[in-house]
């Protein structure tokens, strides 16, 4: 049995931004630092030790007293650091990054993927190198620029496609991406979503290899009437595991980067999404998970947000227990 607790249960009405120091859809930076996004608001925080925020990024300030960084922020999606301390910040509407430096409180746009020809932009990540991965949800693609935002490397040619062998880089596809991280061994994964498959970036062989799935629903739910199908949301921990948010199935799912064996670690299949979750329970067996979004995992945390009707939510922290 996996080593999961509910350590709490944070819930979100449709006007929180912030509940007990936490965002509904935030991550943990590399240097441990948290930001907190809204999608949907078009902004970012910086959250401070206390819980609150410490600086803002949004086409105009958002919270009286916080200082603000001006940038015309448009659906942002996630962000991380580059190796001089500045911000990335990826953009779905518009597929733009922009860099930030809070040093000086300015943001300037790094890549403008619209002139590039991307349809999209979903996450940005930075490797062990310094160059920055982001992938096109919808375009299938998944780029890899320097610093600079030079592009060095894409992968896919925008149509949708699968093969689940090692594919070199010349003639790999996906379909549908709506997740990359970076892994502890340096890799680049890919939640290749409507191939229903976790894959694996590996630059140093110029090849893409499959760890989980085989381009057709089974190992994660599928509902094809669904705008966005297939498995969404994908976190990575330093014990070579891979956490998967399978959506449709409305469960939380563990694979082993090593063999590709998966195993459930939270969520029921009686899934009800205008019921929040009890704030006692404490087995993520339990858990109501109707709509997982995007996850996250720091210091031995995992942190799985569900929406919820009504532009509800819930955030569940789960920790790793001992005998875990």
């Given at each position: 049995m996996p080593g999961w607790s509910v350590e709490r249960i944070l819930h979100f009405a449709g006007e929180d931004?912030?509940?007990?120091?936490?965002?509904?859809?935030?991550?943990?930076?590399?240097?441990?630092?948290?930001v907190a996004i809204?999608?949907?608001?078009?902004?970012?925080?910086?959250?401070?030790?206390?819980?609150?925020p410490a600086w803002t990024v949004a086409a105009q300030p958002t919270m009286a007293g916080v200082p603000n960084i001006s940038a015309d922020l448009r659906y942002p999606m996630f962000a991380d650091l580059l190796v001089d301390g500045s911000l990335i910040v990826s953009n779905f509407g518009d597929a733009?990054?922009?860099?930030?430096?809070?040093?000086?409180?300015?943001?300037?746009?790094?890549?403008?993927?619209?002139?590039?020809?991307?349809?999209?932009?979903?996450?940005?990540?930075?490797?062990?190198?310094?160059?920055i991965w982001v992938n096109e949800v919808t375009g299938?693609?998944?780029?890899?620029?320097?610093?600079?935002?030079?592009?060095?490397?894409t992968l896919g040619d925008g149509q949708p496609g699968f093969d689940g062998r090692p594919?070199?880089?010349?003639?790999?596809?996906?379909?549908?991406?709506?997740?990359?991280?970076?892994?502890t061994d340096g890799r680049v994964h890919v939640l290749d979503s409507r191939n229903f498959a976790l894959r694996a970036i590996d630059l140093d062989a110029g090849r893409v290899l499959t760890i989980a799935g085989n381009?057709?629903?089974?190992?994660?739910?599928?509902?094809?009437?669904?705008?966005?199908?297939?498995?969404i949301s994908l976190a990575l921990d330093e014990r070579g595991n891979a956490y998967v948010g399978d959506r449709r199935n409305h469960v939380l799912k563990q694979v082993s980067l090593a063999d590709g064996s998966v195993t459930?670690?939270?969520?029921?299949?009686?899934?009800?999404?205008?019921?929040?979750?009890?704030?006692?329970?404490?087995?993520?067996?339990?858990?109501?998970?109707?709509?997982?979004?995007?996850?996250?995992?720091?210091?031995?945390?995992?942190?799985?947000?569900?929406?919820?009707?009504?532009?509800?939510?819930?955030?569940?922290?789960?920790?790793?227990?001992?005998?875990?």
């Open positions: 931004f912030l509940v007990g120091g936490l965002a509904h859809f935030g991550f943990h930076l590399p240097d441990g630092r948290y809204s999608h949907p608001r078009h902004h970012l925080a910086m959250i401070d030790q206390n819980g609150r733009r990054l922009y860099r930030i430096e809070p040093w000086s409180l300015s943001a300037s746009v790094l890549v403008d993927g619209r002139a590039l020809g991307m349809v999209d932009m979903g996450n940005c990540i930075v490797d062990h190198a310094g160059s299938c693609r998944v780029w890899r620029f320097d610093p600079s935002g030079r592009v060095l490397l594919t070199a880089f010349e003639g790999v596809r996906f379909n549908w991406i709506y997740d990359i991280r970076l892994g381009g057709k629903p089974g190992i994660f739910g599928s509902d094809p009437t669904a705008k966005f199908d297939g498995p459930t670690i939270a969520g029921r299949a009686d899934f009800d999404d205008e019921t929040a979750n009890d704030p006692t329970e404490h087995d993520p067996l339990r858990l109501n998970l109707p709509q997982i979004s995007s996850l996250d995992f720091a210091a031995g945390r995992l942190y799985l947000p569900t929406d919820l009707a009504g532009e509800r939510g819930d955030l569940a922290v789960l920790a790793r227990r001992q005998d875990g």
